[in-house]
């Protein structure tokens, strides 16, 4: 059966296109069109089949995917998968929709998820804004049990990031795509997962996967377990209002402020200077506006921070020679804000 996504469960999804044929896979370019603007318009996830939600779905039910616009076939061959995971023979593609041949049949009494991923890109080299779930079980009904809420992320943008639930007790494997239900958050943070058997005791993880490659990489990603254990049972087989707090620990945060020249210079380039507190070797420079103001962005930790007037526009401060302010502490959080920082510049002359 084909039919349309549920709603809030594809939302704005994205993908890539192959009309162009093989010979141009892998080539595609934001060019415009002939006579016309560039094409930036994200792919869109339009049907499935199964559908999402359908139950009794046969055996050798064709799997399949079909997107707004062509979709580049190698990004988007990898995007598409099933969870738990099925051996796939083949990915076949017939205009705008992308066919998986299974090499062995679905399994009896099953919840699968196929999930699409926002590495998916079209002919222009557009990605998905954010991914999609769509559950389907080969059971007589579909599991009733539901979970619903929100990413809260710093850092980077919720959309997009995965829902991983697994049964109590259970940890996390990206690899091996076991989860008991899986769903992905909208641009809006907001996501719902469907499928999950009830009575059972769930864990849920957030995984935002910022280098859009499906596997779990610490150096690069962020993956992050919700506070409680969630209960579900035949009197309530959905938990809604759920709050998932996920921090970018390697996001920058901003340092944002006045400088406030007491000096009456005018000579030379007013600029802020932010010194690491635990690395003076590492700093970062930034000039100031017409009316005092100025922006840093800053890795997170602590960080010295003075204004200078900088006489010889060499970009350093000269101790001795050119005013400068005080220094002042700020810590920085990932992808914190440090607002209404103001430093006055004085005829201070010394080190720090």
């Given at each position: ?73 190698r990004s988007t ?106 769903g992905v958050a ?61 921090a970018n620990p ?103």
């Amino acid at each position: 059966m084909r039919g349309r996504a549920a709603p809030g469960r594809w939302r704005r999804a994205c993908a890539p296109a192959v009309v162009l044929g093989l010979a141009l896979a892998g080539c595609a370019r934001r060019a415009p069109p002939s006579g016309g603007p560039p094409d930036i318009t994200p792919p869109r996830l339009l049907s499935s089949t199964p559908d999402s939600g359908a139950s009794r779905v046969p055996l050798e039910e064709p799997i399949e995917v079909t997107f707004s616009k062509g979709m580049e076939q190698r990004s988007t061959n990898d995007a598409v998968t099933l969870a738990p995971r099925v051996p796939i023979k083949q990915r076949r593609w017939s205009g705008r929709t992308i066919s998986l041949v299974l090499a062995e049949p679905l399994r009896p009494h099953q919840t699968y998820t196929l999930i699409v991923g926002m590495n998916a890109r079209d002919l222009r080299g557009n990605t998905m804004e954010t991914g999609a779930a769509i559950p389907f079980s080969t059971a007589d009904s579909f599991p009733p049990g539901q979970l619903g809420g929100e990413i809260q992320a710093v850092g980077f943008g919720a959309g997009g990031t995965y829902l991983w639930v697994y049964a109590a007790g259970r940890s996390p494997d990206s690899t091996a795509r076991d989860f008991d239900a899986v769903g992905v958050a909208d641009l809006a943070g907001h996501f719902r997962v469907s499928g999950l058997e009830v009575p059972g005791q769930y864990r849920v993880w957030g995984f935002a996967d910022l280098n859009r490659n499906r596997s779990f990489e610490p150096e690069v990603d962020v993956l992050a377990p919700a506070d409680t254990t969630i209960s579900l049972t035949p009197e309530a087989p959905t938990v809604e209002g759920l709050v998932l707090h996920m921090a970018n620990p390697k996001a920058p945060g901003r340092v944002r402020g006045t400088v406030i020249d007491s000096t009456g210079d005018t000579l030379g380039v007013l600029r802020v200077v932010a010194a690491a507190e635990l690395d003076s070797t590492q700093h970062v420079l930034g000039d100031v506006d017409d009316k005092g103001g100025f922006e840093l962005r800053l890795q997170a930790g602590a960080w010295l921070v003075r204004a200078f007037r900088d006489y010889d526009r060499n970009r350093a401060w000269k101790s001795g020679v050119e005013p400068a302010s005080p220094v002042i502490r700020v810590k920085v959080d990932p992808g914190g804000v440090v607002e209404d920082l103001r430093l006055r510049l004085v005829r201070l002359f010394g080190g720090p």
